[in-house]
């Protein structure tokens, strides 16, 4: 035997002993990491069954949100909320649905401003999702309906009781309205 096969065939089994012991490290991790998660409470898998709870909300207090929606001037819609208003905790998620038809035999583009009242409230009002962040397309005599998800932010003045969310809907001229 050569000194090259030899030394091939030594190379040869200190790679296996290293791979052996690498696959039995990781093996070895998942109870080590098991047992500092649940010691350190970081992302705990053993507890699967525990309800997370949103510790951002404000259960001591209820801010009243209005929801008002209007069409523009010459904007053909009926536009509504699903519900005039909500008792919410600030920090809490909400979802509101508008529903919004086109009452006309021609399909309408419109895009939808929204409004708050206080003025103050504008900057703790944080919507996630809307259907005023683009623009809507609805076909002649169409109905559709479209969530508003929002928190409000519990860093919002406790003298703040009540806030009005207002959504004007206006026509996008030129934009495929035929």
């Keep these: 035997m050569s ?58 207090r209820k801010v009243t949100v209005e929801f008002d929606a209007n069409s523009g001037a ?7 909320a699903e519900k005039s208003s909500l008792e919410v905790h600030p920090g809490q998620l909400v979802t509101v649905i508008y529903e919004v038809t086109n009452v006309q035999d021609r399909a309408v583009s419109g895009q939808a401003i929204p409004s708050y009242a206080p003025k103050v409230a504008a900057q703790y009002f944080k919507k996630l999702e809307c259907f005023c962040f683009r623009e809507q397309k609805l076909a002649a005599n169409e109905t559709k309906q479209f969530p508003v998800v929002f928190v409000i932010d519990p860093q919002m003045s406790k003298d703040v009781t009540t806030v009005t969310l207002s959504y004007t809907f206006f026509e996008i001229a030129g934009k495929g309205n035929s």
């Design 3 to 60: 000194a090259v096969a030899v030394v091939n065939r030594i190379t040869f089994r200190k790679l296996i002993v290293i791979v052996a012991i690498m696959g039995g490290f990781g093996y070895a991790m998942v109870p080590f990491y098991r047992a500092i998660c649940e010691i350190t409470g970081i992302n705990n898998l053993v507890k699967a069954d525990a309800r997370p709870t949103n510790t951002q909300v404000d259960m001591s």
């Design 74 to 80: 010459h904007l053909p819609w009926r536009f509504k």
